[in-house]
């Protein structure tokens, strides 16, 4: 089905550009001459360094797998820098640590969520099989099956620290790429960022060995470096500008906030006491109530405060606690807790609340959930028209799809990655975790998702990306990027977002030259290389050996097959470039084994909060777009990224 929206001659003063990515023989120069900054060895590997090759049983008959090991991703010269071959900047470095813990975070999920599916099994078992002992069941078996294992995010943390992965650590003041008001889903982001690297206590603090370093030289130790407010304690007292901070210890661990004994003069109450003798500033991060974190909290960096008071008292519960009053320094952006709590007003609760309509759902019914546009910035205000709305993609005649693969055998929702078949597929486990609605642990080569001949249904995790709109969505005009796309909802990482809908046809059907903005190249075998260095997939590519002749093909010739989005599409085409994106293209194969004609899915990169701008990196390659005369064409970007590259091609 699809709805269509009819142009209006003054619509579109300004035109997004979409993304179209350029030809493999400028990528492959700009690829070597990366690989050469990093200090990689160049590809095609020498001939004494063959491509390892493995059997997989599959759904399909015994598919050669090659699996490509010279790849540099983990080099460490290459890490530290971008696309442009310079130095990443901080907050580059602090977003890929964030997104480098939530892969691990979900990697330790997925085998919480085995854990569990097992000792389900198990308890089943063991119920089914009474004891020797009389008609009861296996004493035990019951507290097997509840008990749980560490918190992922705990092991997150311990395998990053292990990895030398975290930043950071023992910082007085501002972390670099950390900006008044940043975000955090949890108390572990915090720890791997070296932002706050308690995850429990209140106060983090720079300890008394840490004497030796010569930064700390006529300080004394320990001095507190960071506070969270989160309402743990019940004295505590908060008006955002000035905060009275309840000290350290003798609270109930066990959550009900209450005192059960004296504080006493020492560690982060000892840190807090040092600072306000040195007038070392403390950095505040707030605590707020959130459905969508998975702690139940986001939390909220306020800026730097000065301790300018502390005393001893009697708290409410007749326990002596120590008392410290901050105050927010001078000079700062304005406080955004408030803004935070702003954010969340704006967003409206029906039609009618919502500010410069213009259209109630440009999809015209067609998603199950309605995707309104406003319009603050034209006068008069005009609406996103000139295009057909459509759910599914479209094939240009001539074009035939392969016969769907035979699929697995399991019924439900595909449970054992053992036995699923297109588990096999995806190197013998779920690309996806249950939680949250499925989401995708990681930035893989091609993602084999569940199709039409599988025995198992629509709520299978392995079907995510199949699954339709999951979040609010919002097309909104801006000032001088054209339209654009937010969500009133948070988006967690691995959070399938939508899928790239069009007119599917031969790239050779396009004018290079022509002035179409909305072709989005089927390159899958590319975004696996990276695109121009910037989106690698991490870890080992395995590919079916019959691809190694479409790698061949595009590496001479570039992709076979595109999607054109410009009288046709879906509210991806809306969704704009950035040079550090908040989105990432994720290749799925699903109703057949074509890598050519994959299904192009845009997923959540990072946690997204409601309201942020959704963007992914459209992969052009500076000077590689010509114009009707051969002359290159150029660009300006606005993305306003740290690492912005100030030119989209």
Known sequence: ??????????????????????????????????????????????????????????????????????????????????????????????????????????????????????????????????????????????????????????????????????????RIGHIPGIDVGHQFFSRAEMVVVGFHIHWLNGIDCVAQTAGRKAEYKGYKLPLAVSIVV???????????EEVVYTGQGGNDLLGNKRQIKDQIMERGNLGLKNCMEHSVPVRVTRGHKCVNSYVGKVYTYDGLYEVVNYWAEKGISGFT????????????????????????????????????????????????IPIPATNLVDDPPVAPTGFTYSREIIYAKGIKLPSAPTGCNCRGSCLDPRECSCAKLNGSDFPYVH???????????VVFECGPNCGCGPACVNRT???????????????????????????????????????????????????????FDIDCLQTMKGL????????????????????????DGGPEYCIDAVSVGNVARFINHSCQPNLFVQCVLSTHLDIGLARVVLMAADNIPPLQELTYDYGYILDSVMDRDGKVKQMACYCGAADCRKRLF
């Open 1 to 170: 089905m699809v709805v269509a929206c009819l142009a209006e001659p003054n619509e579109e003063a300004v035109v997004p550009v979409r993304r179209c990515s350029s030809r493999i023989k400028v990528l492959k120069s700009e690829e070597e001459a990366r690989r050469a900054r990093a200090g990689c060895p160049s590809t095609p590997p020498p001939p004494d360094k063959k491509p390892k090759k493995r059997k997989v049983d599959t759904a399909v008959d015994n598919v050669e797998v090659t699996v490509t090991d010279n790849d540099c991703t983990d080099h460490p010269a290459s890490q530290s820098l971008n696309g442009n071959g310079n130095e990443k900047s901080a907050h580059v470095r602090v977003t890929e640590t964030i997104r480098r813990f939530n892969q691990h975070y979900l990697h330790f999920v997925q085998e919480e969520e085995k854990r569990c599916e097992t000792a389900k099994a198990d308890l089943k078992a063991k119920k089914n099989s009474k004891s020797e002992v009389g008609n009861t069941y296996v004493q035990g078996a019951e507290d097997d099956g509840k008990r749980s294992s560490k918190r992922p995010d705990l092991k997150a943390v311990s395998k990053m620290k292990s990895a030398k992965e975290v930043l950071n650590s023992e």
């Open 230 to 240: 989160s309402g743990q304690y019940e004295d505590d007292q908060d008006n955002y």
């Open 321 to 368: 606690v120590y008392k410290f009053r901050l105050k927010r320094m001078g000079g700062q952006p304005v406080l955004t807790t408030n803004q935070v709590h702003f954010t969340r007003g704006c967003i409206p609760n029906s039609i009618s609340e919502i500010r410069g309509l213009v259209c109630e759902d440009i999809s015209g019914g067609l998603e199950n």
């Open 435 to 445: 939680k949250d609605g499925g989401r995708l642990i990681e930035p893989k080569a």
């Open 465 to 519: 990306s199949q699954k339709g709109l999951r979040y609010r969505l919002e097309v909104f005009r801006t000032p001088n990027k054209g339209w654009g796309v937010r969500s009133w909802d948070y988006i967690p990482s691995g959070a399938t977002i939508c899928e790239y809908i069009g007119f599917l046809k031969k790239t050779d059907q396009i004018d290079p030259a022509a002035d179409n903005n909305y072709v």
């Open 532 to 555: 121009d260095g910037r989106e690698r997939r991490l870890g080992e590519v395995s590919l079916p050996g019959n691809w190694q002749k479409d790698v061949e093909k595009t590496s």
